[in-house]
Structure formats: C-alpha cells, structure tokens
Nanobody, 115 residues
Framework: QVQLVESGGGVVQAGGSLRLSCATS????????MGWYRQAAGKQRELVGS???????NYADSVKGRFTISRDNAKKTVYLQMDSLKPEDTGVYYC?????????WGQGTQVTVSS
C-alpha cells in the first residue's frame, strides 16, 4: 500500500520558517515527481512547487525565493523548506507523488502563519 506521510506543520509567526517532510513508502521514488500543494480555507488546492526525479524544481510565483523543495532518494522523502512565511501561506499542505503508474496524495499537514 502506497503511503505519503507529511509532518512538520504548525503555527509560526510571520517572517518565520517551517520545514515540511513527506515520507513515502511502496512507491518507485526514484522515478516519481514529487509535489507540494496547499489549500486555504474556502479556496481551491494550488501547486506550491514540485521536484522531478532528476531534481529539477519549479515553484508558484507566490513562493519563489522563499520556499525550497528538495528530495532524498535514499530516504524516499521530499522536503519543503519555507522561509519568510506570510499569513497568506496559511493552509493545509499536501504531498503528491506522480509517475507514469499512479498519482497519490498524503493526508495533509496544517500550516498557520500568524500576523
């Protein structure tokens, strides 16, 4: 059974930092593009950023220069380093794993940025 387990969410003041982790199991991590999405209350889920199996990254304009995605293929884990956090970054953050075989989601972790 594929599992994606996010951790690292919490409450932080504006300007602060958080590091999210997504540990995976039972996927072919080395060929999988990993993504981070977020969903604010009352809004649609949106892409925060992604990292391909080769390590190429892309980010939403709203987080460029503040967020960094990385992956550890040996640990089958992807990370999202979030710096200079803003209240508008508040939401539930989801991990996504996508390859030619399947598309899977984690359960989400709450990030709250207070002003």
């Amino acid at each position: 059974q594929v599992q994606l387990v996010e951790s690292g969410g919490g409450v932080v003041q504006a300007g602060g930092s958080l590091r999210l982790s997504c540990a995976t199991s039972n996927i072919i991590f080395s060929i999988t593009t990993m993504g981070w999405y977020r969903q604010a209350a009352g809004k649609q889920r949106e892409l925060v950023g992604s990292i391909t199996s080769r390590g190429s990254t892309n980010y939403a304009d709203s987080v460029k220069g503040r967020f960094t995605i990385s992956r550890d293929n040996a640990k089958k884990t992807v990370y999202l380093q979030m710096d200079s956090l803003k209240p508008e970054d508040t939401g539930v953050y989801y991990c996504n794993a996508n390859n030619l075989l399947r598309d899977d989601w984690g359960q989400g972790t709450q990030v709250t940025v207070s002003s």
